[in-house]
């Protein structure tokens, strides 16, 4: 093949994007053309190319694999990052830059107008960016766990609260912004930053946090910080897909993420979207993994076995089945891609412990045409005085449960789907207890029901396997003493004891957060009144579990979880300030007249 290494193509304002061009080897062209745009390093092996066998495959060699298809494949690196010129602002400007890079692309007499974009995380964001603004030549996409249907609700905050993987991303790619490659001393002083240190210290302000050494990435992060409310700022197409959809091309899409992903609530939006808008078939991809951790059948503490892997499994490697993607997507002479859904259901596994310490919960794949699956039911489960979740609507007149809300203390993260969140947290399935591995946790392995500010409901122990597949809900009746306070809720599948493990295993299968200024509207913030009860609807993330026989369904609920999202003050401050932090008293009713719920999307006959 060809190599073309380095062109400098020019952006609408000037700017200059480095890119790698492979052209196929004495063919005849023009070609159909596969681009990734990454801020990752296009020199580098991307992530996303760990195979099943351990092989790590280069940009080189998926570059040959591509062009010995008769595909041109180009990798390109976003404004501001290595060898492209320009300032990194994070995704705002993706999708000028991807609609400016596809206009120059379908000029070149090597390519024959068709283009396919790919890409993992970050690289699926830059490509839904620029699919709102419906390039030329755009034909086909992979959008890997990634591409941002509303970052306001996934991605960047969630609930109205921030998810502090921003913070922690922000800090480890300071390292390598411009600013730090070109000098050794602002390398240095981010090195010498103790991140643990600097989370203990929320929130961080303008020249006090450890990314003041580069101030552009300090201060997108603090405006995303600051921007609180549903307005202009999170309505842009790099961001906000959502409001961009009737824009997007007609075109196949193959849509790929996992149940314990940081973009499943994008990926299935878009996914949605996509199916119900466009004639051109699209297929959806649901694991059990971590963020692009596509081989690895493990998350956090718990195991789903060997065909829980891709390779293998879903089709031979990841490489062959984008490859064939692009075979039906781009070249008129093969058949178009089918639409199909495949999702991994967690659950079913002995519960045993394997020869790594982590928990047997085993699985298996799911085929379908559709999502939500076909014969899907609604099933309402109702919080009760008694701590259970129960069928029955609560009769009582007045019941209510209370707990304090301790800025200063707050409930910690463990596991959850997440990503990027190093040093500080990690992402996956644990049993959970406040392990001392875990950042914010008392470190006595005592079980986070235990605390006194988490009101745990759960089922009894269940009569038969229970498949719960789709959206997850959230309805709660609360009050509370403060102008403003958060409130979580985290789904579990509870393990009952067993010699491996004595005190059964709590296993998180879902969470979400909602923070109450934005109860009723994300666009007009409005304060609790002292005491009034009002409703707060939270919704975690979809997800796809067997809770087997004898296992108890349970819901947590609490008013923090950090450090995966940010701590709320409880003061009704602006967002990203806590001057006057305060305890507050919340409560959670459980009446006749306000019957808090959750409500799950089952499978019968499970």
Known sequence: MQTLHNQMIAMRDGIHLATDIYLPAGGEGPFPVVIERTPYDKSKPSRSEKQLDGQHISREQMAARFTARGFVAIFQDCRGRYASEGVFTKYTAEGEDGFDTLAWIVRQPWCNGKIGSMGLSYAAHTQLAMACLHPPGLSAMVLDSGGFANAYQCGIRQGGALELKQATWAFRQAKESPAALADPQVRQALEAEDIHEWFRRMPWQAGQSPLRHVPEYEAYLLEQWAQGSFGPYWQKPGIYAEGHYAALPDIPVLFMSSWYDAYVSSTLANYTAFNHASSAPQQLIMGPWLHGDRNISHSGDVEFGPQAAFDGQVAEDWLSCRLQWFEQSLKPETPQPPASVKVFLMGGGSGTQDENGRLRHGGRWLHAQQWPLPGSQSLTLYLDAQRQLTQRLPSADEAALGYYADPANPVPTVGGALTSGAPIFVGGAFDQRERADFFGSRGDNRPLSERDDVLVFQTAPLAEDLIVAGPVQIELWIDSDAPDTDFTAKLVDVY???????????????????????????EQPKPLAPGERVKVTIEPFAT?????????????????????????????????????????????????DAASCLVLNILPNG
């Open 496 to 522: 009952p004891t067993s010699a491996d493990y004595p005190e059964g295993f709590a296993m998180n299968i879902t969470d979400g957060i909602r923070r109450c200024r934005y109860r009723d509207s994300w």
């Open 544 to 592: 796809c579990n067997l809770f087997k026989k004898g296992h108890r369904l349970r819901l947590d609920i609490s008013s923090s979880n950090f450090p995966r999202f940010d701590v709320n003050p409880n003061s009704g401050e602006a967002e990203g300030q806590a001057r006057q932090p305060r305890i507050a008293h919340n409560r959670l009713h459980l009446s006749r």
